[in-house]
């Protein structure tokens, strides 16, 4: 699928020029099934890519390539679950924007979404919750801890579909 179609998969109420809900599921079922993992760590491992840490004081992690390496530094003061989670958004950054646009990074602060932001959390969520449901009568809050997904970005991301 060339870059220009990717585009062309909506919803209802998606706007265009954004990365479809259809597509971002399909690229992680994708990702998934190529690499017979669902686990960030070792996804990212699996495409070549090194996971890093360095105790950044505002950064949380960033993805870039050198010297024909690709490597995901992580802020080594972040909790283990909040870690897992930014893996999973710089993999997505890889997997969806493979033309190496650029270093990607996540701010303590951050006041605005960019397209490319929104693209790569949609991705970390799908790819963290790929193959789990919540068990009938289970509490959302309890389904998001299960998963390692905040609530909050559960909600923001999260589509049936």
Do not use: C
Request: proline fraction near 7%.
């Amino acid at each position: 699928m060339t870059n220009q179609q990717r585009f062309n998969y909506f919803f209802p109420g998606e706007q265009p020029g954004v990365v479809s809900v259809y597509y971002v599921k399909r690229t992680v079922e994708e990702s998934v099934r190529e690499h017979e993992t669902r686990d960030p760590y070792d996804l990212a491992r699996r495409m070549g890519i090194e996971v890093e840490e360095f105790p950044f004081r505002k950064i949380k992690g960033l993805i870039f390539r050198i010297a024909g390496r690709v490597v995901i530094v992580l802020n080594e003061n972040l909790p283990d679950w909040l870690k897992r989670l930014i893996v999973a958004h710089e993999v997505g950054h890889r997997v969806l924007s493979p033309a190496d646009r650029g270093y990607f990074f996540w701010a303590e602060h951050t006041f605005f979404e960019p397209r490319i932001e929104y693209e790569a959390n949609r991705f970390a969520v799908e790819l963290l919750t790929f193959g789990e449901e919540p068990e009938p009568g289970e509490p959302l809050e309890h389904y998001a801890a299960r998963v390692g997904v905040p609530l909050e970005t559960l909600l923001r991301y999260k589509r049936s579909g």
